[in-house]
């Protein structure tokens, strides 16, 4: 079954009870036993809900994989593969990342004693330096938040699978119509399904996806200890999200690939942060392990200056200034003051973030309307 086809249909059966072709958002906190012990499948729903069920089954299709988590927010799934790990562990993980994962490596893990070393994992080579009889798990996102970069996941899953280690890729940016980590060797999935898998700015929702029987053991048990789960409602939100994913993900490319020409092509805007230009580094890579380059996108300006950067934030019409991504509105945001603030200044810097950097979240709206409201924006 092909990508577009699995994404509406797998894991997703009509209810049993109606018919209902849509899965029913099953609000309710416990189910009726007919003898203790004796239930059909459901007790509670922090342990399981039939709607969560289903959402989890599809995400788990979508990826390839054959188990699905869904917890309350990306975060929440972030923690729940972190707390997997023990005092004394140790992860090498991107240095380029969301500011809420660096938030919670830093400010929650790293005081029970697990150990970060953030690395450039634009080559695979400098991954391996870091490992050593303590590290268990490598954590990557690609393209990286905001700046775009890629790593090799093949590559990277060949040293963590000839060290016995971990890796976890957070594929949010990419979504699971552009990239499948799992059948390059990745262990983890996690995703803000917040973001391109709901689509619609409406629902806030992390996942897990993994082919491990073993890990998705571990992991239901600290998704049903930790309690960390998202409600029917958000779970169907999502399943409705997944059935328009490759529909608007082709659009969402189609537009990023406009507004990043032009971005470039523009004489007041000076570098433009997006995968699908050639020169983009590691751009063979993307192109290898990719289905397209999606609609997110960073560029900084020839008047590199924080009054020229507020400028243009406060003077789009279309693109709205918020944080988050992925819907089919357009977004703007800035990356230092708002995505990534909790990552200190002097490390934002040595990643490349520049204060002034502007990151878009590119929409399915009319591209033409998009390159306007740019236009008029930059003065």
Request: hydrophobic residues 40%; neutral net charge; charged residues 20%.
């Amino acid at each position: 079954m092909k990508l577009a086809t699995r994404l509406i249909h797998a894991g997703v059966e009509p209810d049993p009870a109606t018919g209902a072709i849509m899965t029913p958002i099953y609000q309710t906190s416990t189910f009726v036993q007919e003898s203790p012990g004796k239930h059909k499948g459901y007790e509670y729903a922090r342990t399981q809900n039939p709607t969560r069920h289903a959402l989890q089954n599809a995400l788990a299709a979508a990826e390839n994989g054959k188990y699905g988590l869904c917890f309350s927010s990306g975060s929440a799934a972030t923690d729940a593969v972190i707390t997997l790990l023990n005092p004394g562990d140790e992860v090498i993980a991107a240095s380029d990342m969301y500011g809420g994962t660096y938030r919670l490596f830093t400010k929650i893990f790293q005081k029970y004693g697990i150990k970060f070393h953030f690395v450039s994992m634009q080559e695979a080579s400098d991954v391996e330096k870091y490992i050593n009889p303590q590290t268990r798990l490598i954590w990557t996102e690609t393209p990286t938040n905001p700046m775009m970069r890629i790593t090799d996941i093949a590559a990277v899953a060949a040293i963590a699978k000839k060290h016995q280690v971990l890796l976890c890729v957070d594929n949010t940016f990419a979504s699971p119509y552009l990239q499948n980590p799992l059948d390059l060797g990745a262990d983890l999935v996690v995703h803000s399904a917040t973001k391109y898998l709901g689509g619609h700015s409406d629902t806030v929702l992390g996942a897990i996806i993994m082919n491990d029987p073993g890990l998705h053991e571990k992991l239901a048990f600290i998704q049903n200890s930790r309690g960390a789960v998202p409600g029917p409602q958000d779970c169907f939100l999502i399943l409705r999200g997944l059935k328009t994913l490759h529909v608007r993900m082709e659009r969402h490319c189609a537009n990023g690939l406009v507004i990043a020409r032009w971005l470039r092509a523009d004489p007041r805007v000076d570098k433009v942060f997006w995968c699908g230009f050639e020169d983009h580094p590691n751009y063979e890579i993307a192109r290898k392990q990719m289905r397209g380059f999606g609609g997110m996108m960073s560029f900084t300006l020839k008047e590199d200056s924080l009054d020229s950067a507020f400028k243009v934030l406060s003077s789009t019409k279309l693109f709205s200034l918020a944080e988050s991504l992925g819907g089919v509105e357009s977004l703007i945001g800035h990356p230092a003051s708002m995505t990534h603030a909790s990552i200190p200044r002097e490390e934002r810097l040595r990643n490349g973030l520049a204060d002034s950097l502007i990151r878009l979240s590119v929409g399915i709206e009319d591209a033409d309307d998009l390159v306007a409201d740019l236009k008029q924006a930059l003065g």
